[in-house]
């Protein structure tokens, strides 16, 4: 059902209350289709929403929101790999559970990553070690000039850190509708982040299940991250800017402390939220947006903010940063 001039609020975990001029769910490829072949709405621009969890609406968006409920989650082979196919609608940590209910191992550190399963490849969603490259098998992908599926492998998706083809030369030619995973029954835990290995001696768990994993990177999540039912916020709103090893070491004279990760031979990744809470943002708030107390990464609305005011605030944070550092961040949140 087509909605006219309807509140965005309730479909932004940043709580933006700015109103879309059409607005529409659909529940079957069929129904996306017939959107796309109204000679009115084909015209309008468009605006494909997941769980809206990675966006900031700046303003009122003069288009048509098309809000993803593809559902239905199914395990396609069990051999020693499984591969799980999911519509792109459905919840990914919803997606998480299923699979270690059936016991597969691959997602259980993407456990609580707010969003639908068909964002998780856009922007290559990863925490604590695992990026969902690294489970990937293949999705399938509406073609908005055609109106036909297409399939695209690991290597089409062109993923890298919080990128894939999507976001850069197809961005807004394609609606997801399907990913599949290969995962495996008998896995690897990924525990090297140090974290996780010390929930887990926390809880005395010293052979841990993929079930004790996700426990695990719940606990920690909930412990440090800001619930978006709660304040406002769209995760990490910047992205680890990664610069070569001879400006880091240039910049580890000035700054002993500064948080590093070694990326290749040649260059280095630095922890924005680091850099953000050194320049002095942690915590700063300016009426009722701000940067979260606890970790400066977090860009929040405690309740009735303005996008356009945090985006100014982003702004400001990206030209201290460069002041201080000569570094350039990133947004990581995608910005309508
Ligand atoms: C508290 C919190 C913690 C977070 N932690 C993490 C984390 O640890 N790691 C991480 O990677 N991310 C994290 N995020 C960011 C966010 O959860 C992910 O980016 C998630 O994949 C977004 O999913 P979504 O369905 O909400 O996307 P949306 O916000 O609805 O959309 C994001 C973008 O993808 C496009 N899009 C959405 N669905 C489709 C589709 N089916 N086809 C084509 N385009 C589409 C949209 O148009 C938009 O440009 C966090 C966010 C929050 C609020």
């Given at each position: 059902m087509l909605q006219r001039n309807i509140s965005l609020k309730p479909y932004n975990t940043f709580g933006i209350d700015v109103s879309a001029s059409y607005f529409a769910r659909f529940k079957s490829v069929k129904e996306l289709k017939d959107y796309f072949s109204d000679p009115g709405l084909s015209k309008l621009p468009l605006l494909m929403l997941g769980?809206?969890?990675?966006l900031l609406l700046t303003k009122n968006y003069e288009g048509l929101v098309l809000k993803n409920e593809l559902s239905g989650i199914e395990i396609l082979t069990a051999d020693n790999s499984v591969f799980v196919k999911s519509a792109a609608g459905e919840n990914w940590h919803d997606l998480v559970l299923f699979t270690i209910k059936n016991n597969?191992?691959?997602?259980?550190?993407?456990?609580?990553?707010?969003?639908?399963v068909g964002a998780a490849p856009m922007q290559n969603i990863g925490a604590y070690g695992v990026e969902v490259k690294d489970v990937f098998h293949e999705l399938e992908a509406y073609e908005?000039?055609?109106g036909k599926i297409k399939k695209f492998n690991a290597q089409q998706c062109r993923f890298g850190y919080r990128e894939s083809v999507f976001k850069q030369?197809?961005?807004?030619?394609f609606v997801i509708t399907s990913v599949t995973l290969k995962l495996t029954k008998n896995q690897t835990l990924n525990t090297s982040y140090g974290a996780i290995n010390d929930e887990l001696k926390k809880r005395g768990i010293?052979?841990?299940?993929i079930k004790d994993v996700s426990d695990a990177v719940i606990s920690i999540r909930q412990s440090k991250l800001p619930d978006p039912k709660e304040i406002g916020n769209s995760g990490s709103f910047f992205k680890n800017p990664v610069i070569a090893k001879s400006k880091f070491f240039a910049l580890k004279e000035k700054f002993p402390d500064i948080v590093n990760y070694p990326v290749d031979d040649n260059n280095v990744k630095l922890a924005a939220g680091w850099l953000i809470e050194n320049a002095g943002w942690k915590g700063k708030t300016i009426g009722n947006y701000g940067v979260h107390k606890n970790q400066a990464l977090v860009l929040v609305n405690?309740?009735?903010?303005n996008g356009n005011d945090i985006y100014q605030l982003s702004e400001d944070i990206l030209k201290s940063v460069k002041m201080f550092y000569d570094v350039e961040l990133e947004r990581e949140v995608n910005i309508f």
């Amino acid at each position: 059902m087509l909605q006219r001039n309807i509140s965005l609020k309730p479909y932004n975990t940043f709580g933006i209350d700015v109103s879309a001029s059409y607005f529409a769910r659909f529940k079957s490829v069929k129904e996306l289709k017939d959107y796309f072949s109204d000679p009115g709405l084909s015209k309008l621009p468009l605006l494909m929403l997941g769980g809206g969890s990675n966006l900031l609406l700046t303003k009122n968006y003069e288009g048509l929101v098309l809000k993803n409920e593809l559902s239905g989650i199914e395990i396609l082979t069990a051999d020693n790999s499984v591969f799980v196919k999911s519509a792109a609608g459905e919840n990914w940590h919803d997606l998480v559970l299923f699979t270690i209910k059936n016991n597969l191992g691959g997602i259980e550190n993407l456990s609580l990553i707010p969003g639908s399963v068909g964002a998780a490849p856009m922007q290559n969603i990863g925490a604590y070690g695992v990026e969902v490259k690294d489970v990937f098998h293949e999705l399938e992908a509406y073609e908005i000039a055609t109106g036909k599926i297409k399939k695209f492998n690991a290597q089409q998706c062109r993923f890298g850190y919080r990128e894939s083809v999507f976001k850069q030369e197809l961005k807004n030619q394609f609606v997801i509708t399907s990913v599949t995973l290969k995962l495996t029954k008998n896995q690897t835990l990924n525990t090297s982040y140090g974290a996780i290995n010390d929930e887990l001696k926390k809880r005395g768990i010293t052979n841990p299940t993929i079930k004790d994993v996700s426990d695990a990177v719940i606990s920690i999540r909930q412990s440090k991250l800001p619930d978006p039912k709660e304040i406002g916020n769209s995760g990490s709103f910047f992205k680890n800017p990664v610069i070569a090893k001879s400006k880091f070491f240039a910049l580890k004279e000035k700054f002993p402390d500064i948080v590093n990760y070694p990326v290749d031979d040649n260059n280095v990744k630095l922890a924005a939220g680091w850099l953000i809470e050194n320049a002095g943002w942690k915590g700063k708030t300016i009426g009722n947006y701000g940067v979260h107390k606890n970790q400066a990464l977090v860009l929040v609305n405690y309740g009735g903010a303005n996008g356009n005011d945090i985006y100014q605030l982003s702004e400001d944070i990206l030209k201290s940063v460069k002041m201080f550092y000569d570094v350039e961040l990133e947004r990581e949140v995608n910005i309508f």
